[in-house]
């Protein structure tokens, strides 16, 4: 017999007991994962304190991180004085016209006015400084943050100066609403500006909540994106909790292996090590796919699979990246 013929031989009786093997294959590979929550902060403003880093174990509720909220404190009292404001002028509408009254609110401007002057002289202040230092910035003399910070100056005092202009306006208001005397249309415009000041409050303290954001469940801290200082944008990712105690894996299966599986299906898990539990079939896929590249198995002759997933049951010793061994036959549904 010739030598061509004898490794023809051999390639077919490689080839036919390889196709065997396919058919009987008792178990696929598959690699454990975890479900992925980003954290992410609904305010902008700088990492001002983190709670925890990168390996923690954390629980549904706890500190991740807090946002500074300065501004956000400032606008809070802005809306609280609006509040008590707005609820002195609702009394001074039902109360009628009082000539103490009238002198105390014209004082109050005054007061304000020269407040206003003093805090106008403080915001330029801080707005003449911001632009000294965009100018030492473009000629490499100041770092961006130095820049940041000045910004940050600014926009506080500017913040205050807007606010004390503000309240001046609503004492003229109220000045005019005292040489006026009140009418039940009055009264019940001003309880409407009431009703509407508390509103705002209200969602103020709702926001200044969110400065303190929470884990969102039971799990790991996998990655930590933004360090103390730094500067948090709204909805970008600050960084990554991998849930505990809800571990799935997937395998993907060859068309002529799909009978046997069936969604409810209870099959071993097993690792390396023989620590086995079971893995409940919750998903299989109606759309095959091209094997992935780095799909674990014995082998891939055919290029065309489906997915299936299984929810991991007692997976307290198994951790996300293990690779996991998931048996057939048998031991399905025991």
């Not at 010739?2 to 396919?22: A, H, Q, T, V």
């Not at 103020?204 to 884990?215: D, F, H, L, T, Y």
């Not at 780095?294 to 198994?318: A, Y």
Request: aromatic share 6%; glycine share 6%.
């Amino acid at each position: 017999m010739g030598r061509k013929m004898i490794l023809g031989l051999l390639l077919s009786i490689s080839l036919i007991i390889s196709g065997c093997e396919s058919i009987e294959k008792d178990y696929y590979t598959g690699t454990v994962e975890a479900d992925l929550y980003d954290v992410e902060s609904e305010l902008i403003g700088k990492m001002e304190e983190l709670f925890v880093e990168e390996g923690q174990v954390v629980k549904k509720g706890d500190k991740l991180f807090k946002v500074e909220s300065d501004v956000l404190n400032d606008e809070y009292e802005g809306l609280k004085a609006e509040v008590e404001s707005s609820l002195h002028r609702l009394e001074l509408v039902k109360s009628g016209n009082r000539r103490e009254e009238i002198n105390k609110v014209r004082i109050e401007i005054a007061s304000s006015s020269e407040g206003i002057a003093a805090k106008k002289k403080t915001m330029e202040k801080a707005l003449s400084d911001l632009n000294s230092y965009k100018v030492l910035y473009e000629s490499k003399a100041v770092s961006l943050q130095e820049v940041k910070d000045m910004q940050h100056m600014y926009d506080m005092e500017k913040s205050s100066y807007d606010r004390a202009v503000k309240e001046k306006g609503i004492l003229q208001e109220q000045l005019e609403l005292l040489k006026k005397g009140s009418k039940e249309e009055e009264i019940l415009y001003y309880e409407k500006q009431y009703d509407a000041a508390k509103w705002k409050l209200e969602a103020m303290e709702k926001k200044i909540n969110k400065a303190i954001v929470i884990s969102p469940v039971d799990g790991t801290v996998q990655n930590v994106f933004v360090k103390e200082g730094e500067l948090l944008r709204s909805g970008g990712k600050a960084m990554e909790i991998t849930e505990s105690g809800n571990l799935w894996l997937k395998i993907f299966v060859e068309e002529t292996s799909l009978g046997k599986f069936s969604v409810g299906d209870k099959l071993d898990v097993v690792r390396d090590d023989e620590l086995a539990t079971k893995g409940l079939v919750y998903y299989i896929s109606s759309i095959g796919e091209f094997t992935p590249r780095n799909l674990e198995s014995k082998e891939s002759k055919q290029e065309v699979v489906f997915l299936v997933k299984l929810r991991l049951e007692n997976s307290e010793k198994f951790r996300p990246g293990m690779l996991v061994d998931v048996h057939i036959g048998d031991d399905v549904n025991e």
